[in-house]
């Protein structure tokens, strides 16, 4: 059995790492990875960590690209590499346009999709802007959908997704999470010296097409905000893309009690989220990654496509307003008891053999 697993982004391939590295024990499979790198620099330094060498390089990195530009250059570049290695499985991960283009170019040339991270949805297709419609699409193609949770199972089945398509597994975030946690207490010693002593980290993550303009704008208000307190200390790496660098660098750099970075290599991140005392973001898989850490997520998102999280009490949705943030905010760093209830709260999104039931799968097929 040869499969083709295939991803752009630095989330993409932290979560696939696992999958990939669980095809390469089973001899029976020929197991190939391309990558899009669609975040060139971001992508390589998971490559590295997780000894991944890709097969194909897409290169299609370009400049504030739009999500059209996307999908048209995986399209067009990825036809020849499926005609050429005749996969019997295409595997994509998540909700990004990589994923959805991946999987409508292996329809097209009737190779089998596996969509790793199936069935997550906010049931409104503005938010997030376009990941909804992608994993949405990525599922309709799919010939089977590891979903991560029975919620994200019981989304697919009101979509009239086969029953007998659908694998509940686990989220291969907390497989790769427990490999790197193990090696980042040795890592990023010069990023924990960012923090002054007496000081609680904060740890800031906000980047989604959905946020650009007005609600970013007020993340940068409430921001600064909190680190006018003399208890705390922010650290934000921030994205590379023009419509969060700009807006944020204007409002927050030089500003005492917050250092802005640029995206930090995932073990570093990871180092990082296990030392923080609170994180604000609006990712996706840091709401699955950081209550694994025991650390409270505040989400500056409208909704979000995991509520399980915010159902287990790990995770907790604000917004974009500034003052909601604030208060928000303000509430667990003066309250031991609502910030332990948040930490010690159970992780709904596995227990690290997901990457091991999504292969176990594929092999019975």
Known sequence: ???????????????????????????????????????RDMLDQVLDLFDIRPDHDLNIMQADQSPTEVAAEVLLRLQPVLRDERPDWVLVQGDTTTAMAAALGAFYER??????????????????????????????????CFAPTETARRALLKENVPAERIHVTGNTVIDALRTIVARAPEHANGRRALVPPGKRLVLVTAHRR?????????????????????????????????????????????????????????????????????ILTDSGGIQEEAPGLGVPVLVMRAVTERPEAVEAGTARLVGTASRTIVAEASRLLDDPAAHAAMARAVNPFGDGRAAERIVSILLKQ
């Open 111 to 144: 190779v089998k999709v596996g969509h790793v991270e199936a069935g997550l949805r906010t049931h409104d297709r503005q938010n997030p802007f376009p990941e909804e419609v992608n994993r949405v699409l990525a599922d309709q193609l799919a010939d089977l």
């Open 210 to 278: 959905e946020n650009f303009g007005e609600p970013l704008a007020n993340i940068c208000a409430a921001l600064r905000e909190i680190a006018a307190r003399p208890d705390v200390y922010l650290i934000y790496p921030v994205h590379p893309n023009p419509n969060v660098r700009g807006p944020v660098y204007a409002a927050l750099d030089g500003l005492p009690n917050v250092s802005l970075l640029p995206p930090l290599d995932y073990l570093e991140f990871a180092s990082l989220m296990s030392r923080a005392h609170l």
């Open 1 to 39: 059995m040869k499969v083709l697993s295939i991803f752009g982004t630095r989330p993409e391939a932290v979560k696939m790492a696992p999958v990939v590295a669980e095809l390469r024990k089973h001899p029976t499979v020929e197991s190939r990875v391309l990558v899009t790198a669609q975040h």
